[in-house]
């Protein structure tokens, strides 16, 4: 089975610094990684996604992420905060190319300070 | 882009009613999936659902729980008899198989 692990349950940050949300990953097989953003009263949105290749992903609304398997981890950035970036942010897993059920974390609620 | 839809966006029902949850998926979507986020909680995989049968389902999907495609668009979650615990906010999702999810809305659930 695998898990996913969301440390900070809040982060705050000024606008214009440096957003870190960190993610780490439990999987006995090959993960597939993924960000999903819930804006309120929304849905989730996919940020981005790792399955194989580059481990560096970019993905929507400046964000990137880093696959390192080696601290199974799977941390999202972005250079510099802005406004609307506050959200909730989901961090998740699944092992399945196909019928891909997706294992999330608890999330990070992401707060910008003007 | 296409979009999933889900209906009703809010449904209040009193404990031991049926409801029923519906979702239009993305038009040439295989896959479809419920999941379930109760108030301040993670996500939660619900069940998911592929070539008109049920693919896998977590352990909270118990047999008060039933999907169907009843009409190859609409995409339903029916709960058969609500518990107070059922009160969550409930996400459709359907995906072609390339490991893209798309969810809908959501809808949320009170149970009184």
């Known amino acids: 089975a695998q898990s996913v692990t969301q440390l900070g349950s809040h982060v705050s940050v000024s606008e214009g610094a440096l957003v870190l949300l960190r993610c780490n990953y439990s999987?006995?097989?090959?993960?597939?990684l993924f960000w999903y953003v819930q804006y309120p009263n929304q849905g989730l949105q996919l940020l981005l996604k790792?399955?194989?290749?580059?481990?560096l992903v970019k993905g929507i609304n400046g964000f990137e992420a880093e696959f390192k398997k080696s601290e199974t981890s799977f941390h999202l950035t972005k250079p510099s905060a802005h406004m609307s970036d506050a959200a909730e942010y989901f961090c998740?897993?699944?092992?399945?190319?196909?019928?891909?059920?997706?294992?999330f974390g608890t999330g990070t609620r992401l707060t910008i300070i003007p | 882009e296409p979009e999933v839809t889900q209906t009703p966006s809010h449904q209040v029902t009193q404990m031991g009613q049926e409801v029923i949850l519906r979702c239009v998926p993305i038009?040439?979507?295989?896959?479809f999936y419920w999941y379930r986020q109760i108030l301040g909680q993670k996500v939660e995989f619900l069940v998911s659902f592929y070539n008109n049968e049920i693919s896998e389902k977590s352990e909270i999907f118990d047999d008060q729980f039933s999907v169907e495609r009843p009409d190859g668009s609409n995409f339903t979650l029916k709960i058969r008899s609500t518990k107070l615990e059922d009160s969550a906010m409930y996400f459709c999702a359907s995906s072609k198989g390339t490991s893209k999810q798309y969810f809908g809305p959501g809808t949320r659930l009170t149970v009184t």
């Open positions: 038009s040439n979507h295989l896959y």
């Open positions: 999987s006995s097989v090959p993960p597939y």
């Open positions: 790792y399955t194989t290749g580059a481990t």
């Open positions: 998740a897993v699944s092992v399945d190319f196909g019928n891909e059920k997706l294992t």
